[in-house]
């Protein structure tokens, strides 16, 4: 029985995915002048045809002054870059300016419009979801009251 938990903590440890850095999004969105570049919420998920797909939630401070929210993804496996989330049919906004800090209205109008759930899209399994209390409280000024649900038990391959 103690080698069955060992392998079960080692099979659920290689499905974590590390968190990508937030100027690492601000690169490859070319965004420049950025002071400061926070990492909101980061979420993996498997689509029904087995694609992995990272999803993140990440705020720009610039220079000037303004902020920018983002909602984001790459496909790890295939070694894409950060581009802006993209839905095909709907509208849906990906990206806001703000002249200042966003408040915590304007933050959660950005979630609906950028269609942030916080759980598994439609079809397809959570294997991970993170929302960054201390990065929040940083790049906005408050706490987050969002959280993911447990991620999908993930079936062993037999």
């Known amino acids: 029985m103690r080698h069955g ?5 080692l099979g ?4 974590l995915q590390a968190a990508p850095a937030a100027d690492t999004v601000a690169h490859d969105l070319a965004e420049v002048h950025v002071r400061s570049a926070w990492l909101l919420a980061f979420t993996v998920q498997e689509e029904p045809h087995r694609l992995v797909e990272e999803e993140a939630l990440a705020a720009f401070e610039f220079d000037n002054g303004r902020y920018k929210l983002v909602h984001v993804y790459r496909h790890p496996k295939a070694g894409s870059t950060w581009q802006l989330k993209v839905e095909y049919g709907i509208p849906v906004s990906t990206a806001a300016d703000f002249d200042t800090r966003p408040s915590p209205s304007q933050v959660e109008i950005f979630l609906q419009d950028s269609w942030w759930p916080f759980k598994a899209n439609p079809g397809c399994k959570l294997l991970q979801g993170e929302v ?7 790049a906005l000024g408050y706490t987050p009251h969002h959280q993911y649900p447990a991620p999908d038990r993930i079936e062993s391959k037999k």
């Not at 659920?12 to 499905?15: D, F, G, K, L, S």
Request: glycine fraction near 0%; charged fraction near 5%.
């Open 5 to 9: 938990w060992i392998w079960l903590w």
């Open 12 to 15: 659920c440890a290689a499905v």
């Open 132 to 138: 960054y209390t201390d990065a929040w409280q940083a």
